[in-house]
């Protein structure tokens, strides 16, 4: 029989009638063999959680904090647009493990938030799941006490939580999104979302980035790679459909309408860094060819920092040199910054240093606010500047 294609005709795939296993060559079955089960065979358990609506009616946004929402979404677009000429800073832990060490960044945070305000965006990192190359800790959501007793449901809590008091102060926060379903439960107290290097490639996370109520950074692939990053906000612009969860917790298709608001995050790679001005002019023709806006945020920390906190500062004070020479696509940059400098590892909480990081080491607070300010005063004068040209042309 001839086929077309490569592939055998259904009937050739199906047992035929009156055909015995010996026949085909298999091996009949033993009575055991026949009564295994074929499913959930290496699940060791299957937990309830509570459905997004019910810990959403439990933990509600005030109108304080909605009113900082809705305000902070618009005004990273209008960055993202080049309608609001400050500069984006996202700032804060590479991830929390501690709520009164979070909420102690965040007051200081948002003092500082305010004398900078006229010229700087500032944005708390408010990251709860940690993406890990092999094991490690995964997050507060996935291991709230530190102990791998995966408490998931005080996750969400806390995680919620801490969000809505930010919120609350008048804060702005950015957290990346890492399993599909946490968005149902914290997504509309966030300002800006991200999607990591290691899932950017991924279509579970371009179709739910293309769903999301706020701006999304696309950071570039762990081997450097901005054309991953690129297809990523050009796929989560469109609109989809695929399998999810509704507010109630139950299974059903979620379709998008596609998420205009993409930005392109570098955080270099294997090969090293990626916010020389080489590359910056690289991204931008990549994103004009795609028909992206030409908008790029460097992430001060990984690759383009070696992974050496102490190396964030030169990643910063260079893009800013650059953003001040004239290179409006730079529209922001992101520090790993927490109360004390360094990082440790994960510990009984007991045994855990206060305000110090247990994943990427961080900057410490004395560090962070003088490299915002150095950041506001540099922009500031630049803007006079800018100004008196324009005066004395006219």
């Given at each position: 029989?001839?086929?077309?294609?490569?592939?055998?005709?259904?009937?050739?795939l199906?047992?035929l009638?009156?055909?015995?296993?010996?026949?085909?060559?298999?091996?009949?079955?033993?009575?055991?063999?026949?009564t295994?089960?074929?499913?959930?065979?290496?699940?060791?358990?299957?937990?309830?959680?509570?459905?997004?609506?019910?810990?959403?009616?439990?933990?509600?946004?005030?109108?304080?904090?909605?009113?900082?929402?809705?305000?902070?979404?618009?005004?990273?677009?209008?960055?993202?647009?080049?309608?609001?000429?400050?500069?984006?800073?996202?700032?804060g832990?590479?991830?929390?493990h501690?709520?009164?060490?979070?909420?102690?960044?965040?007051?200081?945070?948002?003092?500082?938030?305010?004398?900078?305000?006229?010229?700087?965006?500032?944005?708390?990192?408010?990251?709860?799941?940690?993406?890990?190359?092999?094991?490690?800790?995964?997050?507060?959501?996935?291991d709230?006490?530190l102990?791998?007793?995966?408490?998931?449901?005080?996750?969400?809590?806390?995680?919620?939580s801490?969000?809505?008091?930010?919120?609350?102060?008048?804060?702005?926060?950015a957290?990346e999104?890492?399993?599909?379903?946490?968005?149902?439960y914290?997504?509309d107290?966030?300002?800006?979302?991200?999607?990591?290097?290691?899932?950017?490639?991924?279509?579970?996370?371009?179709?739910?980035?293309?769903?999301?109520?706020?701006?999304?950074?696309?950071?570039?692939?762990?081997?450097?790679?901005?054309?991953?990053?690129?297809?990523a906000?050009?796929s989560?612009r469109?609109?989809?459909?695929?399998?999810?969860?509704?507010?109630?917790?139950?299974?059903?298709?979620v379709?998008?309408a596609?998420?205009?608001?993409?930005?392109?995050?570098?955080?270099?790679?294997?090969?090293?860094?990626?916010?020389?001005?080489?590359?910056?002019?690289?991204?931008?023709?990549?994103?004009?060819?795609?028909?992206?806006?030409?908008?790029?945020?460097?992430?001060?920390?990984?690759?383009?920092?070696?992974?050496d906190?102490?190396?964030?500062s030169i990643?910063?004070?260079d893009?800013?040199r650059?953003?001040?020479a004239?290179?409006?696509s730079l529209?922001?940059?992101?520090?790993?910054?927490?109360?004390?400098?360094?990082?440790?590892?994960?510990?009984?909480?007991?045994?855990?240093?206060?305000?110090?990081s247990?994943?990427?080491?961080?900057?410490?607070?004395?560090e962070?606010?003088?490299?915002?300010?150095?950041?506001?005063?540099?922009l500031?004068?630049?803007?006079?500047?800018?100004?008196?040209?324009?005066s004395s042309?006219?």
């Amino acid at each position: 029989m001839r086929v077309s294609g490569g592939f055998p005709p259904l009937c050739l795939l199906l047992p035929l009638r009156g055909v015995s296993s010996k026949d085909l060559g298999t091996s009949t079955p033993t009575r055991d063999q026949m009564t295994q089960p074929t499913s959930d065979i290496r699940i060791e358990s299957l937990e309830p959680l509570v459905p997004p609506a019910r810990l959403t009616a439990l933990l509600p946004l005030g109108e304080e904090a909605v009113q900082t929402i809705v305000a902070g979404r618009q005004a990273v677009e209008d960055v993202l647009r080049g309608d609001d000429p400050r500069f984006l800073v996202v700032v804060g832990p590479c991830s929390i493990h501690d709520l009164e060490a979070a909420r102690e960044y965040a007051h200081r945070l948002k003092a500082l938030a305010d004398t900078v305000a006229d010229r700087l965006l500032v944005v708390m990192r408010v990251y709860f799941e940690k993406p890990r190359t092999t094991v490690g800790w995964k997050g507060l959501i996935n291991d709230p006490h530190l102990d791998d007793s995966f408490d998931v449901s005080t996750g969400l809590r806390r995680a919620r939580s801490l969000l809505i008091e930010i919120a609350e102060m008048g804060l702005l926060t950015a957290t990346e999104f890492l399993e599909p379903i946490t968005p149902q439960y914290i997504a509309d107290t966030v300002v800006l979302g991200a999607i990591g290097a290691r899932t950017t490639e991924s279509p579970t996370h371009r179709q739910m980035a293309s769903g999301l109520s706020m701006p999304v950074g696309f950071k570039n692939a762990t081997d450097g790679s901005l054309q991953v990053a690129i297809d990523a906000m050009q796929s989560a612009r469109a609109p989809h459909s695929f399998l999810g969860i509704d507010s109630q917790g139950g299974t059903c298709v979620v379709r998008t309408a596609g998420n205009p608001w993409g930005v392109l995050m570098l955080r270099g790679g294997r090969s090293g860094s990626n916010y020389s001005p080489e590359i910056v002019a690289e991204a931008k023709e990549k994103l004009a060819k795609a028909g992206l806006p030409e908008a790029i945020i460097v992430d001060c920390s990984h690759a383009n920092s070696g992974k050496d906190h102490r190396r964030q500062s030169i990643v910063w004070r260079d893009v800013l040199r650059q953003r001040v020479a004239g290179e409006r696509s730079l529209v922001g940059l992101m520090l790993e910054s927490n109360l004390m400098p360094g990082n440790q590892p994960v510990s009984p909480r007991s045994e855990l240093a206060y305000g110090v990081s247990i994943t990427d080491s961080c900057i410490g607070w004395e560090e962070t606010e003088t490299l915002i300010n150095e950041a506001h005063a540099l922009l500031r004068d630049a803007g006079r500047g800018e100004a008196a040209a324009g005066s004395s042309k006219g």
